[in-house]
C-alpha cells in the first residue's frame, strides 16, 4: 500500500515535499518512484529511486526535483522546488516489485497546484 501525503497549492516559484509512505511486501519492491498526470495528459515519470539508490529523473524537471528514501520509515520522498503552473497534477507514489519490469503498485495521488 502506499499513501500519499503533502499536496496542496504554492504559488510559481515556491516549493513542495511530497512524502509517501509504503507499507507490505517492502522487501520485493526494486524501485519507488513519483509520477504525475495533468488534465487531459497521460501519466508521467518525475523521477524514481532504486532500493540500492540509484535515482532517475525526467529530464523535463530541469533539476529542479529531488527524490531520497528513508528506509527507517519504508518512506519515499519528492523535493520539488522552483514549481511552475504547468507542474500542476496529481502526483502519485508508485512501486515496482522484483519481478516487474515497470511500476506496478500505486498510490491514490496527492493534488499538487501551482498559481501564477
Known amino acids: 500500500q502506499l499513501v500519499e501525503s503533502g499536496g496542496g497549492v504554492v504559488q510559481a516559484g515556491g516549493s513542495l515535499r511530497l512524502s509517501c509512505a509504503a507499507s507490505g511486501t517492502i522487501f520485493k519492491i526494486h524501485a519507488l518512484g513519483w509520477y504525475r498526470q495533468a488534465p487531459g495528459k497521460a501519466r508521467e515519470l518525475v523521477a524514481s529511486i532504486t532500493m540500492s539508490g540509484e535515482p532517475n529523473y525526467a529530464a523535463s524537471m530541469g533539476g529542479r526535483v529531488t527524490i531520497s528514501r528513508n528506509d527507517a520509515k519504508n518512506a519515499v520522498y519528492l523535493q520539488m522546488n522552483r514549481l511552475k503552473p504547468e507542474d500542476t497534477a496529481v502526483y502519485y507514489c508508485?512501486?515496482?516489485?522484483?519481478?516487474?519490469?515497470?511500476?506496478?503498485?500505486w498510490g491514490q495521488g496527492t493534488q499538487v497546484t501551482v498559481s501564477a
Open positions: 508508485a512501486a515496482q516489485r522484483i519481478w516487474e519490469s515497470q511500476f506496478d503498485s
